[in-house]
């Protein structure tokens, strides 16, 4: 499976972590080598298929897999190839109050509610929602890995605010979230999301009020 590499110094460090590790609980998308062994060539990167298919409203499962998953790769360094420029990455950082950006008036009552986190840090996929795979006989898959440098938890916090935004869940979804971690990691993957695309910001109002009540 070929795939535009993007930024071709982070397309490489994943790959080259992604060649490494190893989980028996789920399955990781493995990138492949070409010819030369080089990771990237001309702007693409390759990857194996894996099998599965994406189960709508299968959240806790997908959770489920995102703790495997950050558990797995726990160990990885950090790299100055985590330092990106693309929308996502910028967008990352004004949820996290790096650097400024505009938002839709809608979301920004989050910004007042924003707080340090003393959390640790390590490699996360910043968009699992729509990238676990499921197959009868087989552990879940991971694929499409979008690298971050976050907590852990934040990663959930992206699925569950995806699933009301896009996938219909309900509050419920949300209220076990935030009864496990509190809401400054789902308020900054709300901010993130919006940041992104402030076309986005109709999608997860109805995530403001279940956080700021």
Same mark, same amino acid.
């Given at each position: 499976?070929?795939?535009?590499?993007?930024?071709?110094?982070?397309?490489?460090?994943?790959?080259e972590?992604?060649?490494?590790?190893?989980?028996?609980?789920?399955?990781?998308?493995?990138?492949?080598?070409?010819?030369?062994?080089?990771?990237?060539?001309?702007?693409?990167?390759?990857?194996?298929?894996?099998?599965?298919?994406?189960?709508?409203?299968?959240?806790?499962?997908?959770?489920?897999?995102?703790?495997?998953?950050?558990?797995?790769?726990?160990?990885?360094?950090?790299?100055?190839?985590?330092?990106?420029?693309?929308?996502?990455? @910028? /967008? $990352?950082? !004004? %949820? +996290?109050?790096?650097? &400024?950006?505009? *938002?839709? #008036?809608?979301?920004?009552?989050l910004?007042?509610?924003?707080?340090?986190?003393?959390?640790p840090?390590?490699?996360?996929?910043?968009?699992?929602?729509?990238?676990?795979?499921?197959?009868?006989?087989?552990?879940?898959?991971?694929?499409?890995?979008?690298?971050?440098?976050?907590?852990?938890?934040?990663?959930?916090?992206?699925? @569950? /605010? $995806?699933? !009301? %935004? +896009?996938?219909?869940? &309900?509050?419920? *979804?949300? #209220?076990?979230?935030?009864?496990?971690?509190?809401?400054?990691?789902?308020?900054?993957?709300?901010?993130?999301?919006?940041?992104?695309?402030?076309?986005f910001?109709?999608?997860?109002?109805?995530?403001?009020?279940?956080?700021?009540?």
């Open positions: 499976m070929l795939k535009p590499a993007g930024d071709p110094a982070l397309a490489g460090w994943l790959a972590v992604l060649d490494t590790v190893r989980a028996e609980d789920v399955r990781i998308i493995r990138p492949v080598r070409s010819r030369s062994g080089s990771w990237v060539v001309d702007g693409w990167s390759a990857w194996q298929w894996l099998d599965g298919e994406h189960r709508s409203d299968a959240w806790q499962e997908v959770l489920e897999v995102s703790a495997r998953f950050h558990r797995a790769v726990a160990g990885v360094s950090w790299s100055p190839a985590l330092v990106a420029s693309h929308r996502w990455a @910028v /967008a $990352d950082r !004004v %949820a +996290w109050g790096e650097v &400024g950006g505009e *938002l839709p #008036e809608s979301v920004m009552p910004l007042s509610l924003r707080r340090p986190v003393d959390l840090c390590q490699l996360i996929h910043g968009d699992l929602g729509g990238n676990v795979l499921f197959r009868d006989g087989l552990p879940p898959a991971v694929i499409d890995v979008s690298p971050y440098w976050r907590p852990a938890g934040y990663a959930d916090a992206i699925i @569950v /605010a $995806d699933a !009301v %935004a +896009w996938s219909g869940a &309900g509050p419920d *979804l949300v #209220e076990h979230l935030l009864r496990q971690q509190g809401e400054q990691l789902l308020l900054r993957a709300v901010l993130f999301r919006v940041a992104t695309d402030p076309h910001a109709p999608a997860y109002e109805s995530l403001a009020p279940l956080i700021t009540t």
